[in-house]
C-alpha cells in the first residue's frame, strides 16, 4: 500500500484511481459515491482508517457550486468550501495520529493521504502548510517498516522547507526529528543524532530549551546513544526528559487545581463543567507516557539505581495520568513513588506526591 501510495495523491485526470494506491479503480463507496479502489483490500484499508468518518463530508466538497445572484454570497459559499476541506485535514491529521500513537502505523496511513491529498488541494503542492500532511505520513511509513516511502515523504517536506526562507523553527523542528527517526530506522545512528540535534536546536529557538517539545529531541537522541552503549550520556539526558515533564506536570496540576477550586465557587452544583481538561493535547499525552515508560523501565533495570531519579519519573507518571483522568493507574504509581520517596535522605518531594494521592482519592476511579 504505503510503496504506491504517492500515485493515489496527485491528479487522476478523466480515470477514476484507487484512494491508496492509484491504480485504476473497480470499486465505488456505495454510500457517497466518490471513492474508489482497486480492490476490496483497500477499500476495506481506507473505510477502517478515515472513509467511515469523512465519507458523508465529501458530498459537498465534490457538488458543483451553485449559481450566486451576489458576490457576496459568492464569497460566502467559496469559504464554506474552503472550511470544509479544512475540516477533512484536521480530522485525516488527528486521526492518523493517533493511529501511530497507539502503535497501528498501517491504519494510519489512508488518513495520511487524505490530510496530504486536501492540503495539496486547499494550500498548493509547494506550500509549507502541506509539511504536516507529509511529516504524519512519514512517520507512519517508519513504523510500518516502509522505509522507502518514508524517505519520499519526508524528501519533498525537506524541499518545500529549503525553498521557503520564513519557514519558522516550530515546522522545521519536526522534519528533523522524522528525519532523525528515518536514519535510526536505517541503521545510520550519525545521522540520526545529527537531525536529532538540530531537532533540539530549533525547538529551543521556537519554544524554549526547558520545554516539552524539547524534551522529545532530548528522548529520541538518547534512545540512539542507548544503542550504542553510551551510558553516561543516556542518564544525563533522561534526566533532563524527566525534569522537563516534571516541572510542566507540577504546573499543570496546580493548574487544574486552581480551576476546579474557582469553579466549584461560581458553581457548586456542576462538578463535571471543563475542569477535567488541561493543557496537554492527546498526541503530548501519548508521547510523555511513551517517554516517561521508556525512561522508567531504564531506571529499574539499571545495574546502579539511582532512586531519587526513579521517584522523579514515577511521581511524574502519577500526575500525568492524573491529568488524562487514569486514576487507578495515578493512584499505583503514585504510591510507588511515595513509598520511594519515604526510603531517600532527602524527602522534598514527599509532601507534593502526598497532596497528588488525595487529589487522586477525591475522585472516583474510572479506567480510561
Not at 496527485?10 to 474508489?36: D, F, N, V
Not at 458530498?59 to 472550511?83: A, V
Not at 505520513?137 to 522505509?147: K, S, V
Not at 519558522?168 to 540535534?197: F, T
Amino acid at each position: 500500500m504505503a510503496a504506491a501510495a504517492a500515485a493515489a495523491v496527485g491528479p487522476r485526470g478523466g480515470r477514476r484511481g484507487c484512494e491508496l494506491c492509484g491504480a485504476a479503480a473497480r470499486r465505488c463507496c456505495a454510500r457517497c459515491g466518490l471513492a474508489y479502489y482497486c480492490d476490496v483490500d483497500h477499500q476495506k484499508a481506507d473505510w477502517v482508517s478515515i472513509h467511515e468518518r469523512i465519507c458523508q463530508l465529501l458530498i459537498p466538497i465534490h457538488t458543483s457550486l451553485p449559481f450566486y445572484s451576489s458576490e457576496k454570497e459568492r464569497k460566502h459559499g467559496t469559504e464554506q468550501l474552503l472550511n470544509r476541506q479544512k475540516h477533512i485535514i484536521d480530522l485525516a491529521y488527528s486521526t492518523a495520529q493517533k493511529f501511530i500513537l497507539e502503535g497501528k502505523p498501517g491504519k494510519a496511513i489512508p488518513a495520511g493521504l487524505q490530510a496530504l491529498r486536501f492540503s495539496i488541494r486547499v494550500y498548493g503542492s509547494y506550500s509549507v502548510d502541506v509539511v504536516p500532511a507529509y511529516l504524519v505520513l512519514a512517520e507512519a511509513c517508519i513504523g510500518a517498516g516502509c522505509l522507502t516511502q518514508a524517505t519520499t515523504y519526508l524528501s519533498q517536506a525537506q524541499w518545500i522547507v529549503l525553498k521557503t526562507p520564513d519557514c519558522s523553527p516550530a515546522v522545521q523542528y519536526k522534519l528533523h526529528r522524522d528525519l532523525g527517526l528515518l536514519y535510526a530506522a536505517k541503521g545510520n545512528l550519525e545521522q540520526s543524532v545529527h537531525h536529532l540535534a538540530n531537532d533540539i536546536y530549533l525547538a529551543s529557538c521556537a519554544f524554549g530549551p526547558n520545554t516539552i517539545q524539547t524534551a522529545g529531541g532530548y528522548f529520541h537522541m538518547a534512545n540512539i546513544f542507548l544503542r550504542q552503549n553510551k551510558m553516561d550520556i543516556v542518564n544525563s539526558l533522561y534526566a533532563e526528559v524527566t525534569a522537563i515533564w516534571h516541572a510542566f506536570l507540577v504546573r499543570s496540576v496546580q493548574t487544574q487545581e486552581q480551576i476546579l477550586k474557582s469553579q466549584a465557587e461560581a458553581s457548586p452544583f456542576d462538578e463535571d463543567g471543563e475542569a477535567g481538561k488541561d493543557h496537554l493535547t492527546e498526541a503530548q499525552q501519548a508521547e510523555a507516557i511513551q517517554a516517561l515508560n521508556a525512561i522508567l523501565d531504564f531506571r529499574e533495570q539499571a545495574p546502579k539505581q539511582q532512586p531519587a531519579e526513579t521517584a522523579k519519573v514515577l511521581h511524574s507518571l502519577a500526575m500525568l495520568y492524573y491529568l488524562s483522568m487514569d486514576l487507578s493507574k495515578a493512584q499505583e504509581v503514585g504510591v510507588k513513588a511515595f513509598d520511594l520517596v519515604k526510603q531517600l535522605p532527602q524527602q522534598e518531594s514527599l509532601e507534593a506526591i502526598d497532596h497528588l494521592l488525595k487529589l487522586i482519592n477525591s475522585k472516583p476511579f474510572h479506567k480510561k
